[in-house]
């Protein structure tokens, strides 16, 4: 792919701006995170054309924003967020992405470094066992006729009513893993066929499960606010999403939207950002069946950390207070949600699309919840496999220049087919091993996918987001054992 050759503004160190007046069309500016380094990294390909294209939707408000992690994907940037007016905007299933909540889990444990390290392979096996993954996975969950209906309109509070994780995981999950206003009637019968049988696994791709250390503390009053207490500390992080229900909404409701751009003569320089206004019934559908795979995808995460929490108990011993396996959050990266943002002095009411991007609201913010209302909502930022992870947290700032949004993992440098023309999976195994990582996969050739190569450094997105104001760096993850799917 041909580098960007666009004009760019630099409004800070931190801040670039593409101008309206780039192509005619655009009703607001572009504005990419990023500093002089990955800036050169981001023009590499064509993500900040489609920060431009973005631009041109109905009713955006603000700027077509992308977070340092910015990549190519299908009509918006992966890593890019829009605001637009519900009153005269439109909804883009492309402004979301395929898999609908793809999100991050974050659980911290009683346990040490020092006394899980001796048993990190039996426990990585043990979790590989118990958590079906790779692509196609069936899970250990069998529905009853009609349930699926349950899982999309409830969400986690489903999964807590099987028997499934803790009541009080609930109030650490972002919307307390049951997005209102979810319809499952929306959601077509292949996507209810696609998702029945993978409630509770973990996928493939970049999905994982990783059993971490706390490496570095930066703001330790909020780290313990969130049950991080001390360097060494065990943590779990869990990373997936909407399966392939979430895929088969957003492909049912693009070939929708397609249709009705042409009933509400709305026009877009890619097609690929299809849309429709938010008040249409095409995009009341949309977002009733995207709410449904948001809350198939909390399910998921819900149980699949219960499954881990008994692995960790029946590998080291010990019962659950014990190990003391409690959730810190669980944070979409991949939603559009209806939210009242300042907008130019003036209260709005927004649709805001986040794709490869994650929420970050500050502390006192009616949607944090109470156990974080001193400190703000935490914002998990997984890196990749051999490379470490952020716990952050939410600012004013945010709420003020990016809709309360952030960054949300390190962002490809490669593609797929690119990291495996020059990556061989068993040598990424190899290396990983050299650097203490157990990492358990169902496809070893894999692994070349997900290298550390093919991504940006994690550590060089998040400085970004911090140096910029719209997160704050609260702690950092190391990798001990990694499961892929």
Not at 153 to 173: F, I, N, Q
Not at 264 to 271: F, K, N
Not at 335 to 341: L, P
Request: charged share 20%.
């Amino acid at each position: 792919m041909a580098k960007w050759g666009g004009p760019l503004e630099k409004v800070d160190d931190y801040r670039w701006r593409i101008p309206e007046n780039y192509r005619p069309g655009m009703r607001v500016p572009g504005l990419i995170y990023a500093d002089e380094h990955m800036l050169g990294q981001i023009l590499e390909d064509q993500a900040p054309e489609q920060v431009a294209n973005v631009a041109f939707l109905p009713g955006i408000v603000g700027h077509s924003l992308a977070m340092p992690d910015i990549h190519w994907g299908y009509g918006f940037p992966i890593g890019g967020v829009a605001g637009m007016r519900v009153s005269d905007g439109v909804v883009s299933p492309g402004g979301v992405g395929f898999d609908i909540n793809c999100g991050v889990r974050l659980l911290r444990t009683n346990l040490n470094a020092d006394e899980v390290c001796p048993k990190i392979g039996q426990l990585i096996d043990t979790i590989y066992h118990s958590v079906p993954s790779g692509l196609g996975s069936r899970g250990r969950i069998r529905l009853r006729p009609g349930e699926i209906d349950e899982v999309l309109a409830r969400g986690s509070r489903w999964a807590v009513e099987k028997g499934y994780g803790k009541p009080e995981d609930l109030e650490h999950t972002e919307e307390k893993g049951e997005m209102a206003g979810a319809d499952p009637d929306a959601v077509s019968s292949h996507a209810k066929d696609r998702g029945i049988p993978q409630i509770g696994t973990l996928g493939s791709g970049n999905h994982f499960l990783e059993v971490a250390a706390v490496d570095q503390i930066r703001e330790p009053d909020i780290a313990a606010g969130m049950g991080l207490h001390h360097v060494g500390q065990v943590v779990l992080l869990i990373h997936c999403g909407s399966r392939g229900l979430g895929h088969q909404v957003a492909d049912d409701y693009i070939k929708q939207m397609i249709s009705a751009m042409t009933e509400y003569s709305i026009t877009v320089p890619d097609r690929q950002l299809a849309c429709a206004p938010v008040r249409s019934r095409q995009g009341q559908a949309y977002l009733s069946a995207m709410r449904c795979s948001a809350n198939y995808a909390w399910a998921n995460r819900h149980v699949i950390g219960h499954w881990v929490r008994e692995a960790f108990c029946q590998v080291l011993g010990k019962c659950e207070e014990e190990a003391g396996l409690e959730l810190v959050y669980d944070v979409a990266h991949n939603v559009a949600k209806i939210e009242d943002h300042v907008v130019d002095g003036r209260k709005e009411t927004l649709c805001v699309h986040r794709k490869g991007a994650t929420r970050a609201f500050p502390a006192g913010h009616p949607d944090v919840p109470p156990a974080y209302a001193r400190i703000g909502q935490p914002v998990l930022i997984p890196g990749d496999m051999g490379r470490v992870s952020y716990v952050l947290v939410g600012t004013e700032q945010a709420m003020e220049q990016t809709f309360g949004s952030t960054c949300h993992g390190a962002g490809r440098l490669k593609s797929r087919a690119a990291a495996k023309k020059v990556l061989v999976g068993k040598d990424v195994l190899h290396a990983l091993a050299e650097r203490g990582i157990t990492v358990r996969a169902g496809s070893v050739a894999g692994l070349a996918e997900e290298a550390s190569e093919a991504y940006k450094d994690v550590s060089d997105v998040v400085a970004v987001t911090h140096n910029s104001g719209i997160s704050r760096i609260v702690a950092r993850t190391r990798p001990l054992g990694v499961v892929k799917g």
